[in-house]
């Protein structure tokens, strides 16, 4: 699933993203508080409507952002057994597992996820069971909001929306456990890996990743979060995880970074390094007729060579962006369905 931070899949439309088989994608509760508001996006019934969006929606609790953003300067956010508290250079956000569910709720979301207190997994032991307790209290308080909330809601009757948990722990698998365990107890329609999927170093953290998945009965669905590079997701997908999102495909693209396979032909995915980038700055694409991949039937690999869309990159054309866009949504799909 692609990231719609603030509502948009960036340079693509919904036709586009229909087009390169993305079924759902992650719109951000945080981001969209500030910009264009909640106030706006329940006025103009939800963001389905907004958006023109009709297929799944899932919203992120607004969790990571507040790690991300403390994690880079302490100052801009804390947490507390309360909630979390943003602050912005005119004022505070103040976000708590309550108004986290009201706000996705109130946008439409299909599948709710719990506010979490996610941590990087390099972190101590003690600040993984700080994260693990106040996840699985939040969780708590977030199941019962829920609850209320579709009780009020009649409309909901039947149709969803689903909630999703998050399991945290960081590198512990007994704190994995631990939280896993709790928010089965607690029952909830799906769950998802919280806390950096990858090291330090930019290394998938495989063993964690599965050890996480198997503590979930597999008639939940589970959701890796943040895992984004093409062989993260096959190899996350073979773990048994079934929906990813990941703001780095896309980013990828419009940087100039595009996903093909290393053989031309019967390529084996998921086989040692399968993959090769394409950086399409790279003069030598001056005058390639090729497309970026071969094996793909996505608009721009079956219209444009990169030749066209190294110029496009050159002159910094809108255009550009959309096609690369497009292409690496469409790559790992495909790639996804070839290992299926
Ligand atoms: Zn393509």
Redesign the pocket.
Known sequence: MPDATFGVVRSLDMNDLVKCGVQAVVMNVFHLMQRPGSSTIKALGGLHSYSNWHYPIITDSGGFQAFSLTRQNPRLGSFTNKGIVFRRADRKIHLTPEKSIRLQLDYGSDVVICLDDCTHPDEPYERQLESVTRTVNWARRCKLEFQQAIRRKKTFAGVGPLLFAVVQGGASGELRKKCADSLLQMGFDGFAYGGYPVSTDGRLLSNILKLTRDLIPRKFPMLALGVGQPENIVECQRMGYELFDSSMPTRDARQGRLYSLLERHRPKVGARNWLSYIYIQDPKHAKTKE???FN?D?L??QNFSLAYLHHLFKINDCLYQRLATI?NL??IKSQLESVM
């Open positions: 497309p970026i991949c793909c996505c721009t690999c292409h469409a790559f």
